[in-house]
């Protein structure tokens, strides 16, 4: 081990203090504020630093070094994937892609509900929607109640004989007096768009066990295992692909991820003799 085996280690171990100090939240907001190609590029140029300099080791390395260099690589590949992946995709979203930052499912019709129901959602009794014509909406239909005159609450009178005020007998100001329990409501405010579900959830916890599993395999000679790996990972993924900016996403956040956990695993390799 001569002077670039040690200058490499010592890239590798600024590397990892930066990657892991990037996760604490602060940081992390700190570090979305940079311009990407920032973000992206100069871990990415210490990482090829770091591998120029493993290149040039010659000799056997103790035991010592050869456990240092595979744990500085591990971490380095674990932890600086993030940060160097989000990077590119707001890249790729500054660059006019899509949705490729925040990819969402379709919405569904407007004819049905949140949960692909009747307007009605979750809760709503079979047969128990309003009945064209009826003032109250149905709500009292099978009571023997009526409506004191048309268009109006058919409680009302229960609410002044208890010296209440508002609709539906609760006092004005207390959460839901707007929303009369006779079947009326206030209306929506204008302009409120519904948006689809998030897909692709759990992307960076993800990538971290993806980077783990690549560079492990790597490092352990199992190849075929990255292969494996990535077909977890797309079978997975495969029912979020037709978002918009979903697929676009997933491919270049898993390209990125497997050079970034290949590059890290590779200067282990070198630090640790195995390549020659």
């Known amino acids: 081990m001569n002077v670039w085996g040690d200058l490499a280690l010592v890239v590798l171990a600024l590397l990892a203090v930066v990657a892991v100090g990037s996760w604490v939240p602060t940081l992390h907001d700190r570090v979305e504020q940079l311009p990407w190609w920032l973000v992206a590029f100069v871990p990415a140029g210490l990482l090829g630093l770091a591998g120029l300099f493993a290149s040039g080791v010659a000799g056997d390395p103790s035991h010592e070094i050869q456990v240092l260099a595979v744990v500085l690589s591990v971490a380095v590949a674990i932890s600086g994937g993030e940060p160097v992946t989000h990077a590119i995709l707001r890249g790729a979203g500054e660059s006019g892609i899509p949705d490729i930052t925040r990819p969402v499912a ?26 064209p014509g009826r003032p109250d909406g149905g709500a009292l239909a099978g009571t023997g109640a009526r409506p004191s005159s048309p268009g109006s609450d058919p409680l009302s009178g229960v609410a002044a004989e208890r010296g209440l005020s508002g609709s539906g007998g609760l006092p004005a100001g207390v959460p839901g007096a707007a929303r009369s329990i006779t079947g009326t409501e206030t209306p929506r ?28 395999c790597l490092l352990v000679g199992y190849g075929e295992g990255v292969a494996v790996v ?23 956040g898993t ?17 640790r003799g195995s390549v020659r």
């Open 106 to 131: 379709p919405a569904p019709p407007a004819g049905e509900g949140p949960d692909g129901g009747t307007p009605g959602g979750p809760g709503t009794t079979p047969g128990a929607q309003a009945t």
């Open 189 to 216: 405010r204008p302009g409120r768009v519904r948006t689809g579900r998030p897909v692709l959830r759990g992307g960076a916890w993800i990538g971290v066990l993806e980077r783990a599993a690549i560079a492990s």
């Open 230 to 252: 990535l077909a977890v990972k797309g079978l997975g993924r495969y029912p979020d692909l037709r978002a918009s900016g979903a697929a676009e996403r997933f491919i270049i």
């Open 255 to 271: 390209f990125v991820s497997l050079l970034w956990a290949g590059g890290a695993a590779g200067i282990g390799l070198l630090l």
